[in-house]
């Protein structure tokens, strides 16, 4: 990943050489993440404990940090470098007791440091659309999960993936605001563990993101 960060971070500078226009500023960002949970691995009944299910309920998140845009003939480069906190719900039950099975709602708390690169297009002056990819780097994480859980979950994510980002925004004067969503490409977990058994699974975050900016 950071040979391909290395990549598109000189293809930008290079852009920018050329640039007719070059503002930056500050820009913040809210989040509503969902952590897609999938392609799980099966235990046997008698040695399952929990059950987790393919999806979860998103929360809201936030980002903070500056983007810089180079403008060239009607296109844009826009990097950005972005501290990021996403939270999502996971919900899953509790089989320890296989007639009264216990549904119980845990979440994973996420601290990011995101990086974009966009790659975009205006149109009439104050339209954009744009697309790129986006470099992650885990700073901490946190799962919460209800105390009455008879087996513990833990998960451990990767230190950094690839997602990729496509969107729209909007100029005005010196406001700059933005509606996106983020996919990711990659796992960002290296597997989960139930008590005392571990497994894989497909975890992914994906979001929408809405943008306000102030650039110079």
């Known amino acids: 990943m950071n040979k391909t960060l290395l990549l598109l971070c000189i293809l930008s500078l290079s852009f920018s050489a050329f640039a007719q226009k070059i503002s930056w500023g500050p820009k913040i960002s809210i989040s509503s993440p969902t952590l897609k949970l999938s392609d799980l691995s099966s235990i046997g009944m008698e040695n399952q404990a929990v059950s987790l299910l393919d999806q979860s309920n ?109 969107g729209i925004g909007l100029d005005l004067a010196i406001v700059t605001i933005d509606l996106r969503y983020e996919i990711a490409l990659q796992n960002i977990s290296e597997g989960l563990t139930i008590g005392d058994t571990q497994f894989a699974a497909d975890q992914r975050l994906n979001q929408i993101l809405l943008s306000v900016g102030m650039k110079f």
Request: hydrophobic letters at 40%.
């Open 58 to 166: 998103p929360s809201i998140g936030f980002q903070l940090g500056i983007f810089a845009r180079a403008s060239f003939l009607g296109f844009y480069v826009q990097p950005e470098v972005l501290l990021s906190n996403s939270s999502s719900e996971i919900s899953y039950s509790d089989l320890s007791d296989v007639e009264n099975p216990l549904d119980l709602v845990g979440d994973v708390k996420l601290n990011k440091l995101d990086v974009p690169l966009l790659f975009g297009k205006r149109f009439f002056k104050i339209l954009r659309v744009n697309a790129g990819p986006v470099f992650t780097l885990l700073l901490s994480q946190n799962v919460n999960q209800p105390n009455n859980t008879a087996k513990e979950i833990e998960t451990n994510y990767k230190d950094s993936t690839v997602g990729a980002q496509l």
